[in-house]
């Protein structure tokens, strides 16, 4: 079954910290991947994308994340955080079965510490 | 560029009225929009998907009389929220995609509030 997981519902990290989020997905071909970003009372901001080639990509604010196929993992990271950055971050997975609709992760919510 | 806004942002109505919730791309055409219904410190559930002049496409469970979409153009999108009650109070998202493309952009959102 398609499904996206992403194990940690809540992270604290003071800032100034490094941050790692994670996210797995399954299904066994390779599908494509996004983050985004959601604060308080907002949409989705898209972070960054992951189609093919490179499997370290490069977003906005200051954002990475890596594809790892043999973890079925594509975990965001930032080497150190802003307060502004407290918000929910959700993975999402579109599978190429037709459709292409976004499979979304449950959330991790971020809160950052002065 | 790829914007998307969403009309009001928030809304009170009344059990029994409807409401219609208008989404635009304000950059691009989308051929494809989605709404979206999240509840608080949750995740996004999709209600439906909509071609541009097609018949929308509704998950299992959501009510294609109660939640009426309209696709008219490609750059809007509405969703009419009919005979709402109580229980259809919740944030609405919108979000579109363009031609050949596999990325979503979203709206900021539509809290409604049921009284």
């Known amino acids: 079954a398609q499904s996206v997981t992403q194990p940690d519902i809540h992270i604290t990290v003071s800032e100034g910290a490094s941050l790692e989020l994670r996210c797995n997905y399954s299904y066994g071909a390779t599908p494509y991947l996004f983050w985004y970003v959601q604060s308080p009372g907002q949409g989705l901001q898209l972070l960054l994308k992951y189609f093919s080639g490179d499997t370290l990509v490069q977003g906005i604010k200051g954002f990475e994340a890596e594809f790892k196929r043999s973890q079925s993992s594509f975990n965001l990271r930032k080497p150190s955080v802003h307060w502004s950055d407290a918000a929910e971050y959700f993975c999402a997975v579109v599978y190429q079965t037709g459709a292409n609709n976004l499979f979304f992760g449950t959330g991790t919510r971020l809160t950052v510490i002065p | 560029g790829a914007v998307v806004s969403q009309h009001p942002s928030w809304v009170i109505c009344k059990s029994g009225t409807s409401v219609k919730i208008e989404c635009r791309s304000l950059?691009?055409?989308?051929?494809?929009m989605f709404w979206y219904r999240q509840f608080p410190k949750q995740s996004l559930m999709l209600m439906a998907t909509?071609?541009?002049?097609?018949?929308?496409?509704?998950e299992q469970g959501v009510e294609k009389d109660k939640f009426l979409i309209n696709h008219a153009s490609l750059t809007l999108s509405t969703l009419t929220v009919t005979s709402a009650h109580p229980e259809d109070s919740s944030f609405y998202i919108c979000?579109?995609?363009?031609?050949?493309?596999?990325?979503?952009?979203f709206g900021p959102g539509t809290r409604l509030t049921v009284t």
């Open positions: 979000s579109a995609r363009g031609r050949g493309a596999y990325e979503q952009y």
């Open positions: 950059d691009f055409q989308a051929t494809t």
């Open positions: 909509s071609n541009e002049g097609s018949k929308a496409t509704y």
